[in-house]
T-cell receptor
Framework: GDSVTQMEGPVTLSEEAFLTINCTYT??????LFWYVQYPGEGLQLLLKATKADDKGSNKGFEATYRKETTSFHLEKGSVQVSDSAVYFCALSPSNNDMRFGAGTRLTVKP | GAGVSQTPSNKVTEKGKYVELRCDPI?????LYWYRQSLGQGPEFLIYFQGTGAADDSGLPNDRFFAVRPEGSVSTLKIQRTERGDSAVYLC??????????????FGPGTRLTVL
């Protein structure tokens, strides 16, 4: 079935470092792709999304591009901050179907 | 306005007991979803309501799990004869319209269920 696989954590970076969290997907159709973030003590929040191939989602300095040829949706940020410390989940949604989440990647940014 | 709220935030119960978990969606949201998140995993879909009816309950693991949304707003997830393997964080989400990529799901903080 449709699924996502994301890089295992935890990831620890220094402030202002470049971030990449890899996500690849398996799908029979043309799903929409998402990144969700869960800050400590809070609920899941949508960070960004892309609904078709070559779309780029962006928010709060984070970006991810829907790559059909490599079935990937890697999350990137040029300069992370301490406040970016959270758990990041890649997810896909087949057309009008349930959301499938990856296992999550914990990011810790140190000052 | 208020976001999605869930009560209780934590629930500890004994094996074999019955539990109810409550979700208050964002006012006016017609769609409501339940997910289960085990330790170190991402959320797994359980059930989706559109209005009062369960439009998709394919994620419920077995017949010990049941959910209702009688007035199309608040929902209750009910687990009978709890087992230790039911221990997880149960997440609720709501969206303005039905399921789909253009309808963002807003998540609650979850209920952490521990079955001893």
């Amino acid at each position: 079935g449709d699924s996502v696989t994301q890089m295992e954590g935890p990831v620890t970076l220094s402030e202002e470092a470049f971030l990449t969290i890899n996500c690849t997907y398996t799908a029979t159709g043309y799903p929409s792709l998402f990144w969700y973030v869960q800050y400590p003590g809070e609920g899941l929040q949508l960070l960004l999304k892309a609904t078709k191939a070559d779309d780029k989602g962006s928010n709060k300095g984070f970006e991810a591009t829907y790559r059909k040829e490599t079935t990937s949706f890697h999350l990137e940020k040029g300069s992370v901050q301490v406040s970016d410390s959270a758990v990041y989940f890649c997810a896909l949604s087949p057309s009008n179907n349930d959301m499938r989440f990856g296992a999550g990647t914990r990011l810790t940014v140190k000052p | 306005g208020a976001g999605v709220s869930q009560t209780p935030s934590n629930k500890v119960t004994e094996k074999g007991k019955y539990v109810e978990l409550r979700c208050d969606p964002i006012s006016g949201h017609t769609a409501l979803y339940w997910y289960r998140q085990s330790l170190g995993q991402g959320p797994e879909f359980l059930i989706y309501f559109q209005g009062t009816g369960a439009a998709d309950d394919s994620g419920l693991p077995n017949d010990r799990f049941f959910a209702v949304r009688p007035e199309g707003s608040v929902s209750t997830l009910k687990i009978q004869r709890t087992e230790r393997g039911d221990s997880a964080v149960y997440l609720c989400a709501s969206s303005l319209l039905g399921r789909g990529a253009y309808n963002e799901q807003f998540f609650g903080p979850g209920t952490r269920l521990t079955v001893l």
